[in-house]
């Protein structure tokens, strides 16, 4: 499809109801009607989010001396989070836009490092659980590595003496996720740290999804297995701030327990009539609003509203739970962590996709899991308006596919 140019241009009015009337098939995130992509609590956050946003809306990350000011914000928030995830003075970190450059910075800075402290190293290799992001793949493809991935284990997690005999001479890297996002579950962070060490290669943990909820979560009283920089042998870190740290997208945070190993992870160029080109992430010109953003909501929560926002998903999430465990024929799966939840049709006249079908039908989005098929919840604070009304929906739609016999058909383009 080609479109051109307006010859004229529009109002600002005109515009925006236009750019307002293409939202109107989109799911209604503000009623949770989304269990993921869009992290939700009120719109006084909402406002926080993006005010601060709108603040530095023209500012270039890139610019380092000229705009002293993200760096500082930046700054700032690398080292709250450091000091969340209980990194010691040694520790340092970038700003990223999203998960996958976080991961793909670590990628690239394990690879370099690996080359630089094991000369004579093949072709790198990356060991993961087969529930590892896709981004591990995606890094790898882009920077000439092999990524072996390792069924899991009955309960979900990282198989740890599998993923240990598949190291090799070229491996430089094993992984491990806080939580994993198919299932998730936490994998043995502590097991696989030991394993790094005795190997002699990097840690990385993926707490793209968990870096900034497990952590309050833990210290309401749940038992939330060790993942972070207080475990010995844990090498970086990846963190997501436009998750559950509620800043707005294009916010996340590779972190390392040594801020000397940052210097793999620069890139510097010189031979052009500009003088020299550094970054230490993968983009030039950066956005410094979800900088501004992501330092406005921690400092305007604090500890106590990332405290209120954990204790709001994790008692909504054991509602659900319940709720579903008390539909005839379904079944929530176990293990699963934090603020996640699956479920599973165990009645052979329930097809479980043609649930899904009818649940979106209804008008909510559904996400699914297909080792094993399952439904997939990822739960935030919008979720605890609805949890009677989606409830009563799935019972419904439940008690309509045993009536119909009805054979749902997967849909693989949900992520």
């Known amino acids: 499809m080609t479109t051109h140019f307006p010859k004229n241009g529009s109002t600002w009015v005109d515009l925006k109801q236009q750019l307002e009337a293409t939202k109107a098939d989109d799911y209604a995130w503000k009623r949770g009607r989304l269990p ?8 006084e956050l909402y406002q926080v989010a993006r005010d601060a946003y709108s603040l530095f809306f023209i500012e270039n990350g890139l610019g380092k001396l000229a705009f002293p000011s993200v760096q500082k914000l930046e ?7 450091l000091h969340l995830l209980q990194a010691d003075e040694a520790a340092g970190g970038s700003f990223t836009a999203g998960g996958t450059e976080s991961i793909f910075q670590a990628v690239k800075t394990a690879r370099d490092h690996a080359r630089a402290e094991r000369p004579g190293i093949g072709r ?9 992001h896709p981004a591990f793949n995606k890094a790898s493809h882009y920077l000439n590595m092999d990524v072996v991935r390792i069924p899991l284990g009955a309960d979900f997690r990282a198989d740890v003496a599998a993923m240990e005999r598949a190291v090799d001479d070229d491996t430089i ?25 005795a190997k002699g290669v990097w840690l990385h943990v993926d707490a793209c999804v968990g870096g900034l909820l497990a952590p ?25 701030l436009h998750k559950y740290g509620f800043a707005a997208k294009g916010a996340s945070l590779i972190l390392f327990h040594d ?5 793999y992870q620069r890139f510097k160029f ?49 509602k659900f739970a319940e709720g579903i465990a008390a539909i005839l024929g379904l079944e929530v799966i176990e293990p699963s962590d934090l603020s996640f939840l699956l479920y599973r049709s165990v009645d052979p006249e329930l097809d479980i996709n043609a649930i899904a079908e009818k649940m979106a039908e209804r008008g909510w989005f559904v996400g699914r899991c297909t080792e094993p098929s399952a439904i997939h919840l990822m739960f935030n604070p919008v979720h605890a308006t609805i949890v009677d009304e989606y409830l009563e929906d799935l019972a419904s739609v439940v008690s309509h596919v045993r009536r119909s016999g009805r054979v749902g058909v ?5 992520y």
Do not use: C
């Open 410 to 414: 997967l849909d693989e383009n949900t």
């Open 75 to 81: 700054r700032e928030v690398i080292g709250m989070v």
């Open 270 to 318: 010189s031979d052009w009539p500009r003088g020299t080109y550094a970054t230490d992430t993968f983009l030039g010109t950066r956005p410094a609003g979800p900088v501004a953003s992501a330092w406005a909501v921690i400092n305007y929560l604090g500890e106590e509203g990332y405290l209120n926002i954990a204790r709001t998903i994790m008692a909504t999430r054991a």
């Open 216 to 240: 309050f979560v833990r210290r309401l009283g749940y038992d939330i297995p060790p993942f972070d920089f207080a475990v010995n042998g844990v090498t970086s870190i990846s963190a997501d």
């Open 124 to 132: 790198p290799r990356i060991v993961v659980p087969q529930s590892a």
């Open 36 to 43: 993921l992509y869009v992290y939700w609590r009120d719109e």
């Open 259 to 263: 801020a000397g190993l940052q210097k």
């Open 173 to 197: 890297m094993i992984v491990g996720s806080a939580p994993a996002y198919p299932h998730g579950v936490f994998d043995p962070i502590e097991d696989l740290a030991r394993l790094a060490m």
